[in-house]
C-alpha cells in the first residue's frame, strides 16, 4: 500500500496496469486497492503541480499566522473550520509554537489578499490576531524544485 | 625512432572498444534516448554533496594516509559488518580505492603475472580482460549462459581450474546480465576453491542493488574467508561514480600488498570525495532504500514489456542493467542496435562488448528515469513491429 501511494505521489498519471507491473501486482488488486484508498479518504484527489509563474496569471501567496482563543469542548476546530471553509484559504494547519493557526491564502493582488485577512480573517469571533507574510518566490513545492530540471550529463554509452 | 613502437605489445594489442561507432553515431543526434549508460541516473544524495563541500569549506585539501582516512576505513568495516557480517579491521584489512576499478587492477597486480591464469565469466565487465592482459597473465574465459541464469556453476569452474590458476574473479551481481550468485551457489563454488591455492576476488560493486533478496558474499563462507579480496565502492550503491571512491577488503598480506602498488601510483584516494563518502555510509540507507525500490520498479517495467513484445528477457535479480536475447528477430546483436539507434533513436549495447558469449543479446540499462524508459520502450516495439 505505501509504495503504491509513494509512487502515485510522485505520478498520479500512471494507469492500473503500468502500477500492477511496476509493483509486482494484478491489474485487479491494484484497482481495488485504490478504490479502498480511495473510499477511506486516503487518496483525496489527483492534482497537478504547476508554476503558475509561467502563465500570465496574476497570482500572489501569503503565509498569514493567525493567534486564536480556543473554545471550551472545541478547541481550535471550529474557528479553523470557519477560515478554511474560504475559497480563498489554500491551506489551513493548526501550529505548535508562537502562533496556532498558519493559513495560506491565495489571492489575484496583494490587495486583494489583505482585504481578505482584515475583511474576512481577522474579524471573525475567537481570532486574537494576524501576520501576514507574502511569498516572494517559490523555490520548491511538494518536493519539487521550480527552477528547470538538471540536465543529464552522463557519457551517453558507458560500459 | 618509431614512437609507436615503443609502447609494449601486450598494449598495443588491447583490442579497441568495439562500439567506438556508437560513441559517433550518438554525437549526431539530438533526442536520442541512452539505455547504455553503465552508471546510476541519480545525483549524490545531497547531504553526501553537501559535506564533501564542507570539507572543502575547512580546507581539508591534503593528501589522506595511503589506505584513506582510518575514520572512512572504520565506517566502511562497521557498514561491511552490519550488511554482511564481515569482520574486516580498518587498521590492516580495508583499503580505499580510487573506485573498485583500482581495486580490481591493484589486486591483479600484486597476484599474478606471466604464466598465472585468471578464470573470469563472460558476459561481464570489460575491465577485467584489459587489466588480466596488462598484468601479463592469461585470462581464461568461462562462457556463461541464460539456461544457467548466467550463473557461474561449479562444474564450469572446476572444468576451468590448471595448476597455473591463481586467481578466479566472481562478479556478481553482474554487469551486464544482472545475473546473481544465491548462497546454495556460492557453497558449489567453495566446495570447489576451498582447498586449491587459489585467490578470489569478488566484484561486489552491484551488492547493494539487488531485488527480492539480500546480497550473499562468497567471503562470508569461512572455508574462503582469508583467500577472498572483496571489492566494492559507492559509484553504485550511493551514486557517487564521479568521486571515483572503493574499497578493497581482504587478508592483511594481500591488502598491504596492493596498497604499496597504490602508495607508489596513486598516493591516496581523493580527500573531498572521503569525507564525503564517511557521510554516505553513516546516514544514506533511506536514500539508497529509496533508490533500490525505484530501480526494482523500472527493472519490472522493462523485463515485462521486453519479453511482451517478445524479446526473450532473462529475469535479472540484481544490478540495473536488463540482457534480452534479439536471437528471434533474425539480426546480429551489432545490427540490432545500429539499427534502433539510427531509426529510432533508443540505444542499447550489443552483448558481445561483454564477450564473445553475449552474440545474440544486447543490453539496456534501467539507470534512467521511468519516463525515458516508458519512452524508449514504445519506440524498440515500433522498431520491432517493422522487423
Known amino acids: 500500500m505505501e509504495e503504491l501511494l509513494n509512487v502515485l505521489e510522485k505520478n498520479s498519471r500512471l494507469n492500473e496496469e503500468q502500477l500492477a507491473v511496476m509493483l509486482d501486482k494484478s491489474t485487479d488488486e491494484i484497482k481495488s486497492q485504490i478504490r479502498e484508498l480511495e473510499n477511506s479518504n486516503t487518496i483525496l484527489g489527483y492534482r497537478t503541480l504547476i508554476n503558475w509563474e509561467k502563465t500570465s496569471k496574476e497570482s500572489v501567496t501569503a503565509l498569514i499566522e493567525v493567534r486564536i482563543t480556543p473554545q471550551r469542548d472545541l478547541g481550535f476546530d471550529k474557528v479553523a473550520e470557519r477560515i478554511y471553509r474560504f475559497p480563498q484559504v489554500k491551506a489551513c494547519y493548526l501550529m505548535s509554537g508562537g502562533f496556532d493557526l498558519t493559513v495560506v491564502v491565495e489571492g489575484k493582488t496583494m490587495k486583494e489578499v489583505a482585504l481578505f485577512v482584515s475583511e474576512k480573517l481577522a474579524p471573525i469571533d475567537g481570532v486574537l490576531s494576524t501576520a501576514t507574510h507574502f511569498i516572494l518566490k517559490k523555490f520548491k513545492e511538494s518536493g519539487v524544485v521550480f527552477e528547470k530540471k538538471e540536465d543529464d550529463d552522463r557519457e551517453a554509452l558507458v560500459l | ?387
Not at chain 2, 542493488?209 to 582469508?226: M, R
Not at chain 2, 528477457?313 to 536488463?322: M, Q, T
Not at chain 2, 546483436?333 to 564473445?356: H, I, N, Q, T, W
Request: aromatic letters at 10%.
Open chain 2, 1 to 387: 625512432m618509431n614512437v609507436a613502437d615503443m609502447v609494449l605489445p601486450k598494449i598495443k594489442n588491447l583490442p579497441p572498444s568495439g562500439i567506438r561507432k556508437y560513441f559517433d553515431l550518438l554525437s549526431e543526434m539530438k533526442d536520442a534516448i541512452s539505455l547504455g549508460v553503465g552508471e546510476p541516473d541519480f545525483v549524490t544524495p545531497w547531504r553526501v554533496r553537501e559535506e564533501g563541500i564542507f570539507s572543502l569549506e575547512k580546507g581539508h585539501t591534503h593528501y589522506s594516509p595511503n589506505a584513506g582516512y582510518i575514520a572512512l576505513r572504520e565506517e566502511i568495516s562497521n557498514y561491511l559488518n552490519r550488511k554482511y557480517n564481515f569482520n574486516y579491521n580498518p587498521s590492516d584489512q580495508v583499503l580505499v580505492t580510487v573506485g573498485a576499478s583500482e581495486g580490481i587492477d591493484l589486486a591483479l597486480r600484486a597476484l599474478v603475472g606471466e604464466g598465472d591464469e585468471v578464470i573470469f565469466p563472460e558476459p561481464s565487465f570489460v575491465a577485467y580482460m584489459g587489466c588480466i592482459k596488462v598484468s601479463g597473465a592469461k585470462p581464461v574465459v568461462i562462457n556463461l549462459n541464460e539456461r544457467e541464469q548466467f550463473k557461474l556453476t561449479a562444474e564450469q569452474l572446476s572444468n576451468a581450474l590448471t595448476e597455473r590458476t591463481k586467481v578466479v574473479i566472481l562478479p556478481f551481481p553482474n554487469n551486464p546480465t544482472g545475473a546473481v550468485l544465491e548462497e546454495k551457489d556460492l557453497r558449489e563454488i567453495v566446495n570447489v576453491l576451498k582447498d586449491k591455492d587459489v585467490i578470489i576476488i569478488s566484484d561486489e560493486i552491484y551488492s547493494e542493488l539487488t531485488y527480492g533478496q539480500k546480497h550473499v558474499s562468497i567471503a562470508s563462507f569461512k572455508e574462503v574467508a582469508d583467500k577472498t579480496i572483496v571489492i566494492n565502492g559507492f559509484s553504485k550503491a550511493f551514486a557517487m561514480t564521479g568521486w571515483r571512491l572503493g574499497y578493497a577488503c581482504g587478508h592483511p598480506a594481500i591488502i598491504d600488498a596492493m596498497k604499496k602498488i597504490h602508495q607508489y601510483a596513486i598516493m591516496c584516494a581523493p580527500t573531498t570525495a572521503q569525507y564525503a563518502a564517511i557521510e554516505a555510509l553513516k546516514s544514506c540507507d533511506e536514500e539508497v532504500s529509496n533508490m533500490v525500490k525505484e530501480y526494482n520498479r523500472r527493472r519490472r517495467v522493462l523485463v515485462d514489456a521486453l519479453n511482451k513484445m517478445g524479446l526473450d528477457c532473462f529475469e535479472p535479480k540484481g544490478a540495473f542493467y536488463v540482457f534480452p536475447s534479439i536471437k528471434k528477430t533474425g539480426l546480429s546483436s551489432d545490427e540490432f542496435c545500429e539499427r534502433l539507434l539510427k531509426e529510432y533513436k533508443v540505444l542499447m549495447v550489443p552483448g558481445e562488448a561483454f564477450g564473445a558469449c553475449g552474440a545474440g543479446y544486447v543490453r539496456a540499462t534501467y539507470a534512467n528515469s521511468m519516463e525515458n524508459i516508458l519512452e524508449a520502450l514504445e519506440r524498440i516495439k515500433k522498431f520491432i513491429n517493422t522487423l
